[in-house]
């Protein structure tokens, strides 16, 4: 557990010493907002959104399927069940 305080520490004093190379955007740098690398970055952006939005819509969209399939399942055997019974 200390070697991992230590190394968190050792990085964001890193982090501290270099503010420079921890900026992470165009606007940070002082480039222009018409500049053609912000414009690449904000495509970037919008593209992972997009594909993560995606991912958890289908995996969203098939569990609920698994749930209307296992409700309809439990339903069925359940009406099942009394005719079985029934007939013994």
């Known amino acids: 557990?200390?070697?991992w305080i230590r190394r968190a520490a050792g990085c964001a004093g890193l982090i501290?010493?270099?503010?420079g190379k921890a900026?992470?955007?165009?606007?940070?740098?002082?480039?222009?907002i018409d500049d053609a690398m912000a414009h690449g970055?904000?495509?970037?952006?919008l593209t992972l959104g997009v594909i993560v939005a995606?991912?958890?819509?289908?995996?969203?969209t098939f569990l609920i399927y698994i749930i209307r399939r296992?409700?309809?399942?439990?339903?069925?055997?359940?009406s099942a069940a009394?005719?079985?019974v029934a007939r013994t």
Do not use: D, Q, R
């Open 70 to 78: 296992s409700e309809a399942l439990e339903a069925a055997k359940n």
């Open 54 to 60: 995606t991912v958890l819509g289908t995996f969203l």
């Open 16 to 19: 501290a010493l270099l503010p």
């Open 41 to 45: 970055m904000n495509w970037a952006i």
């Open 1 to 3: 557990m200390k070697n």
């Open 23 to 32: 900026s992470a955007c165009a606007a940070c740098y002082g480039a222009h």
């Open 82 to 84: 009394p005719a079985a």
